[in-house]
T-cell receptor, first 114, second 115 residues
Framework: DVKVTQSSRYLVKRTGEKVFLECVQD?????MFWYRQDPGLGLRLIYF???????EKGDIPEGYSVSREKKERFSLILESASTNQTSMYLC?????????????FGPGTRLTVT | AQSVTQLGSHVSVSEGALVLLRCNYS??????LFWYVQYPNQGLQLLLK??????LVKGINGFEAEFKKSETSFHLTKPSAHMSDAAEYFC?????????????FGKGTMLLVSP
């Protein structure tokens, strides 16, 4: 079974802090994704990566950056957390770049910024 | 560009009743479509997917969906609801972002099942 793990289930940070959210997948998948999930808005893509050290912006990249130094690990960085970044963050991976391939999701990190 | 519309943010059914969750899509290329389920405090789990083979797709837990090109729909059904089906359901369409495959999700439908 594919396993996608996220470093924390719950996280509380203060406004202005630098926040790192870590995601690891164990199936040698090429592609990795970061989403945020908010009630009534569904999932929105923040960034994705199709290879080590490569990244592409999704639909809402403002206020976020990412890092992929190893194939299995994809980090989401909030340079200076703000209260409007309070959300559920979901990481996903998929094996190839073709459109027919589903994504496998981690359990999510619920981030609260106070 | 692609988009997904899920009709109804909440759907309530009684245990044993038919479940119907609606999804309409828009896609500039032949669509690949997915249904995911999210149980409370968990990530998303794939229920089923349509990738241009059979138009009636069977998934896990007794769910199925039918792709109708003329209606641009991919509605999810289950003949008889169980209490354990209570969850949030997301429809998604696969598209291209900078030449790479990404998913665009609908806003989700919360399924409530009453005894």
């Amino acid at each position: 079974d594919v396993k996608v793990t996220q470093s924390s289930r719950y996280l509380v940070k203060r406004t202005g802090e630098k926040v790192f959210l870590e995601c690891v997948q164990d199936m040698d998948h090429e592609n990795m994704f970061w989403y945020r999930q908010d009630p009534g808005l569904g999932l929105r893509l923040i960034y994705f990566s199709y290879d080590v050290k490569m990244k592409e912006k999704g639909d809402i990249p403002e206020g976020y950056s990412v890092s992929r130094e190893k194939k299995e690990r994809f980090s989401l960085i909030l340079e200076s957390a703000s209260t409007n970044q309070t959300s559920m963050y979901l990481c996903a991976s998929s094996p190839f770049s073709g459109r027919a391939y589903e994504q496998y999701f981690g359990p999510g990190t619920r981030l609260t910024v106070t | 560009a692609q988009s997904v519309t899920q009709l109804g943010s909440h759907v309530s059914v009684s245990e044993g009743a038919l479940v119907l969750l609606r999804c309409n899509y828009s896609s500039s290329v032949p669509p690949y479509l997915f249904w995911y389920v999210q149980y409370p405090n968990q990530g998303l789990q794939l229920l089923l997917k349509y990738t241009s083979a059979a138009t009636l797709v069977k998934g896990i837990n007794g769910f199925e969906a039918e792709f109708k090109k003329s209606e641009t729909s991919f509605h999810l059904t289950k003949p008889s609801a169980h209490m354990s089906d209570a969850a949030e359901y997301f429809c998604a369409v696969s598209g291209l972002n900078s030449g790479y495959s990404t998913l665009t999700f609908g806003k989700g439908t919360m399924l409530l099942v009453s005894p």
